[in-house]
């Protein structure tokens, strides 16, 4: 088992910043992906970036530019930072940590965060 707590959400005004914390515990292993999704009221949850085990960085076009995706594995804690937030950003955040082990992947949800854009 894998927990998840995620941290950093908050609410911003257009144009701040916020930084969002996913730290893991458990039985982790080496080969994983980690993602940030959100879903704001009556709209689907969707992929924002996700980063690989070796780095690798995938973001949403919405995003690009603005958001960075990082992680810190001698802490086992992956960041989403986020910049030139808009209102349109304004969802709960969800860290999804998906690893491996001998070809079989299995995937964890965070309780999600509060990310609120408005002035």
């Known amino acids: 088992q894998v927990q998840l707590v995620e941290s950093g959400g908050g609410l911003v005004q257009p144009g701040g910043s916020l930084r969002l914390s996913c730290a893991a515990s458990?039985?982790?292993?080496?080969?994983?992906?980690v993602g940030w999704y959100r879903q704001a009221p009556g709209n689907q949850r969707d992929l924002v970036a996700s980063?690989?085990?070796?780095?690798?960085?995938n973001y949403a076009d919405s995003v690009k530019g603005r958001f960075t995706i990082s992680r810190d594995n001698a802490k086992n804690t992956v960041y989403l930072q986020m910049n030139s937030l808009k209102p349109e950003d304004t969802a709960v955040y969800y860290c999804?940590?998906?690893?491996?082990?001998?070809?079989?992947?299995?995937?964890?949800w965070g309780q999600g965060t509060q990310v609120t854009v408005s002035s």
């Open positions: 999804h940590w998906n690893q491996a082990l001998s070809g079989r992947w299995w995937g964890y």
């Open positions: 458990g039985s982790l292993f080496s080969i994983n992906i």
């Open positions: 980063i690989t085990s070796g780095g690798s960085t």
